[in-house]
């Protein structure tokens, strides 16, 4: 997914890594992490599994989630209770 993003600037993808973007929200909001403690971000895992990089023999391991947009939060609502939501069945 990078890759085919690569020519595009990295807050303007539909893909972004982790790191990036717990380190854009610590630099644009220093309350973040009190927030996400308060109201856990909750995404849907739509993809697990291994990459290779490089030249390295051994894969790296990865996890591709949907995030919704903060816009599309209630923030009104009751905050989700993290480990409580429950996975919906596989689909056959």
């Given amino acids: 997914m990078l890759a085919e ?12 890594l982790v790191e990036s973007f717990l380190r854009f929200t610590q ?5 973040f992490e009190q927030t996400i ?10 993809v697990i ?4 990089l490089d030249n390295d023999p051994v894969p790296v391991p ?3 989630c949907l995030m919704p947009f903060l816009d599309e939060l209630d923030m009104s609502a009751e905050p989700p209770q993290p480990g409580l ?8």
């Fill in 85 to 92: 939501h429950a996975v919906p069945p596989a689909k056959p």
């Fill in 49 to 52: 599994g291994e990459v290779p």
């Fill in 5 to 16: 993003f690569g020519n595009v600037p990295e807050y303007e993808r539909p893909v972004i």
């Fill in 37 to 46: 403690e308060e109201f856990p971000l909750m995404v849907e895992i739509v």
């Fill in 27 to 31: 630099e644009n909001d220093p309350s």
């Fill in 62 to 64: 990865f996890i591709a």
